[in-house]
C-alpha cells in the first residue's frame, strides 16, 4: 500500500510541473501565433492592394483588429462605407504602438504609415512588427 502511495504522490509531482510547463509553452504560442496571423494579414493586404482599384488596411484596437478595403479611398477603417474582410480578436494579448486610424496600403503597395506594434502576453512577454514605407519585418521582443 505505501508502494502505491508513493507511486501515485511522484505521479502527481510530475503531472504538476508538466502542467506548468505546458501553461509557460502555451503563453508563449499564442503570442507567435498571433505575431504570424497579424504579419500574414499585412502582407496579404499589401499584396492584395497592388493593382486593384482601392486600398487594403488594417485598423488596430488593443485587443483587435480589423483587415479591410478602403472603397472611399480615405485611409481609415469606416464601418458603413468600407468592407471588413477579417476581424480577428486576441484573448490575453494587447497591441501597442500602432497608428490612431489604423494603416492602409496603396495600389502601389505602399504603407501609409510607418511604425512598430508591439504584442505583448499575459507574462509581459513582447513581439514586435515594424513598418515601414515598404514592408512589414518581425522584430524580436
Known amino acids: 500500500m505505501v508502494e502505491v502511495l508513493v507511486t501515485i504522490a511522484i505521479a502527481a509531482v510530475l503531472v504538476s510541473i508538466g502542467f506548468a510547463s505546458y501553461r509557460d509553452f502555451k503563453t508563449k504560442y499564442d503570442l507567435y501565433n498571433a505575431v504570424n496571423t497579424l504579419y500574414s494579414d499585412m502582407v496579404w493586404c499589401q499584396q492584395k492592394s497592388m493593382g486593384s482599384s482601392h486600398g487594403f488596411g488594417i485598423s488596430f484596437d488593443i485587443h483587435k483588429y480589423v ?4 472603397l472611399n479611398d480615405n485611409g481609415v477603417f469606416d464601418n458603413g462605407t468600407d468592407t471588413k474582410i477579417k476581424e480577428k480578436e486576441f484573448q490575453k494579448i494587447t497591441l501597442s504602438g500602432y497608428p490612431q486610424n489604423g494603416y ?3 495600389r502601389r503597395g505602399i504603407a501609409s504609415s510607418t511604425f512598430t506594434l508591439t504584442l505583448t502576453n499575459e507574462k509581459n512577454q513582447e513581439k514586435r512588427i515594424s513598418v515601414s514605407l515598404f514592408k512589414a519585418r518581425l522584430r524580436n521582443g
Do not use: A, C, L, R
Open 104 to 106: 492602409v496600403y496603396s
Open 67 to 70: 483587415v479591410f478595403e478602403d
